[in-house]
């Protein structure tokens, strides 16, 4: 495997379900983010991993819960979402710096969610 | 607050020059960023502007003017395959990406 991957691609939940999703990065980087995209809004950034810590949380709903084992691996755990969390979630990576900068991010190919 | 404008959607022909814009307002700036996305896939980087000025690569231009908040998208010579969305993207003082809703290009025969 190469670059960033995602599992699964596709997911169907109801509104009671528990269900995660899973990204692996194969780059060597240091930094993970998951990313909310919805139809002809701008990729919402959900939550950074820098690190292993996680260091950025755009005020998303605790149904949300992320975690992030190991700088490779990153999971993303949903728990009695709404109809409206239905959306192509995308997983990145990049080399952040100490120092705070970050060079350019690959992504994932993303899991369509859709909540019945 | 944050802002990036960029058109919704575009058309072209296959063989011409398409140039896509974008206009940001952030606070801070460390980069502007511009990706592909094909429907269905990943984005996948295409360019980043710090400095001033034009970057080109192949058929891929991008320029940057940091005093007007503006860059663009130079596509030459378009095929079928630039069929895509592209999304423009500002680095702000926090290192983190802002992000346009991105602008659909459509290309005809």
């Known amino acids: 495997e190469t670059g960033v991957t995602q599992t699964p691609r596709h997911l169907v939940m109801g509104m009671t379900n528990k269900k995660s999703l899973k990204c692996e990065q194969h780059?060597?980087?240091?930094?993970m983010y998951w990313y909310k995209q919805s139809a002809k809004k701008p990729l919402e950034l959900m939550f950074v991993?820098?690190?292993?810590?996680?260091?950025e949380n755009n005020s998303v709903p605790s149904r949300f819960s992320p975690e992030c084992p190991n700088s490779s691996h990153l999971f993303l755990h949903l728990h009695t979402l709404q109809p409206e969390d239905s959306a192509l979630y995308l997983c990145a990576s990049s080399q952040a710096e100490s120092s705070g900068g970050a060079d350019e991010q690959f992504f994932g190919p993303g899991t369509r969610l859709t909540v019945l | 607050g944050q802002n990036i404008d960029q058109p919704t959607e575009m058309t072209a022909t296959e063989g011409a020059i398409v140039q896509i814009n974008c206009t940001y307002q952030?606070?801070?700036?460390?980069?502007l960023f511009w990706y592909q996305q094909h429907a269905g896939e990943a984005p996948t980087f295409l360019s980043y502007n710090v400095l001033d000025g034009l970057e080109e690569k192949g058929r891929f231009s991008s320029f940057l003017s940091r005093s007007k908040g503006y860059s663009y998208l130079l596509l030459k010579e378009l095929q079928m395959k630039d069929s895509a969305s592209y999304l423009c993207?500002?680095?702000?003082?926090?290192?983190?990406?802002?992000w346009g809703a991105g602008t659909k290009l459509i290309i005809k025969p």
């Open positions: 952030t606070s801070g700036f460390n980069g």
């Open positions: 780059l060597g980087h240091n930094a």
């Open positions: 991993y820098n690190f292993k810590e996680q260091t």
């Open positions: 993207a500002v680095m702000d003082s926090n290192y983190q990406l802002i």
